[in-house]
């Protein structure tokens, strides 16, 4: 079973709207939680890096949040933009040896 | 541009033989991480090096084998090829080990046919 879900695994989203996209994790004991953007056939990019002690990152229109008690993090998109359309990527670091585990990713399509 | 580059770009090889694919990290950085991404597939870690000493080993198999050269420049040998190693492959470094940020190259198609 993978240690890092993503939910929902597509979505579809009106330009200018706002969405909300899950991470749920059981890599324990945690390090840091990243999320990624990753265009069609390129490499991903980080949007936000999070440790323990944070509880919410902002990279311009991008917002994480992060529950380390719940083990939950989301990545919340706002005033959504054509370039928005990506597979955005959680990857978990386990601290004991800086293991990482990946989701799945969720795809966003953003329409006119 | 995010300082890794991996070459070829594209690939298009026969079953049973054997590529090389190429990544050179960015500047100072001394982990090299490999993975591999199938169609409308999730990235899987395949292999760490760290200045040159393999660190981590993830999904890879044994036709599969990396390096790491004293310029920290990487390889990534795939052997006996078949259709389903047709992915993109993508390399990424980091300053150290994998609880820094990872920058990823552009990645090298591999069509196998």
């Known amino acids: 079973k993978n240690q890092v879900e993503q939910s929902p695994q597509s979505l579809i989203i009106l330009e200018g709207k706002n969405c909300t996209l899950q991470?749920?994790?059981?890599?324990?004991?945690?390090?840091?939680l990243r999320w990624y953007k990753q265009d069609t056939g390129r490499g991903p990019v980080s949007l936000t890096i999070?440790?323990?002690?944070?509880n919410t990152k902002s990279n311009g229109r991008y917002t994480a949040t992060l529950d380390a008690d719940t083990k939950q993090s989301s990545l919340h998109i706002t005033a959504s933009q054509l370039s928005d359309s990506a597979s955005y990527i959680c990857v978990v670091s386990r601290g004991s040896d800086y293991k990482l585990s990946f989701g799945a990713g969720t795809t966003v399509t953003v329409r006119a | 541009d995010s300082g890794v580059t991996q070459t070829p770009k594209h690939l298009i090889t026969a079953t049973g033989q054997r590529v090389t694919l190429r990544c050179s990290p960015r500047?100072?950085?001394?982990?090299v991480y490999w993975y591999q991404q199938s169609l409308d597939q999730g990235l899987q870690f395949l292999i760490q090096y760290y200045n040159g000493e393999e660190r981590a080993k993830g999904n890879i198999l044994e036709r599969f084998s990396a390096q790491q050269f004293p310029d920290l420049h990487s390889e990534l040998n795939l052997s006996s090829l078949e259709l389903g190693d047709s992915a993109l492959y993508f390399c990424a470094s980091s300053t150290w080990d994998s609880s820094y940020e990872q920058y990823f190259g552009p990645g090298t198609r591999l069509t196998v046919t």
């Open positions: 991470c749920n994790y059981t890599v324990s004991p945690f390090s840091n």
């Open positions: 999070m440790t323990f002690s944070e």
């Open positions: 500047s100072g950085d001394l982990s």
